[in-house]
């Protein structure tokens, strides 16, 4: 029996591999910055910085009112405004700590280039939309979040189902609003387009 058994084992294992999933590279998504602050020059410092570094500026959403949360409002005052960019290169996911990282550095020189009166005079976020999900990096830990790289997690902070954007019982609360979501299908839209051009389908 166990010779039997040794004899067998490479043609159990080619029968196992040809039901294994075949891994491949992701598709490349929408990177997505989200800005807010009480500053509109520290807005606009942040714009010009993730312009200069990433690039034309694909898709950009009004000024929102950010009014569903005091958490900042001992850092960074009141009257917080948000905004989202979208770039117009589409990048591997992979991608996304580093950007983080990078995200983080600016916050503190901006915080340096001007006397804002507060510490924390913006605060950027970046993620990523993808065909079903949007996703957000953080520096923080939590059950709900998956380690990437470098001190970096990924939360998947919204899902596309059934032709819309669905939160989660974690979902942060101004990503529950209806404009945001109108926004982030505009981007969803815009990222299918572009996918399918670079695949050679038709619009």
Not at 52 to 72: A, K, M, Q, R, V
Not at 129 to 148: E, N, Q
């Amino acid at each position: 029996m166990a010779f039997h058994a040794v004899r067998d084992f490479p043609e159990m294992c080619y029968e196992a591999v040809k039901f294994m999933g075949e891994v491949r590279r992701p598709q490349p998504v929408l990177f997505l910055l989200a800005a807010f602050s009480a500053h509109q020059s520290a807005l606009n410092q942040a714009r010009e910085q993730a312009f200069s570094t990433w690039g034309e500026i694909s898709l950009e959403s009004p000024c929102f009112s950010f009014e569903e949360t005091d958490y900042y409002a001992k850092s960074m005052g009141r009257d917080l405004r948000k905004v989202f960019w979208c770039f117009e290169r589409l990048i591997d996911p992979e991608e996304l700590p580093a950007r983080k990282l990078m995200t983080n550095n600016w916050e503190e020189q901006i915080s340096t280039r001007e006397e804002w009166g507060v510490q924390r005079p913006v605060n950027l976020d970046p993620g990523y939309i993808a065909l079903g999900k949007l996703v957000l990096a953080s520096t923080k830990d939590h059950a709900h979040r998956l380690y990437l790289a470098s001190g970096i997690y990924g939360e998947v902070t919204l899902a596309f189902r059934e032709g819309c954007w669905q939160p989660h019982p974690w979902t942060f609360p101004d990503y529950q609003r209806d404009d945001y979501h109108q926004f982030f299908s505009s981007c969803r839209d815009y990222l299918r387009q572009r996918l399918r051009h670079r695949s050679g389908e038709s619009p």
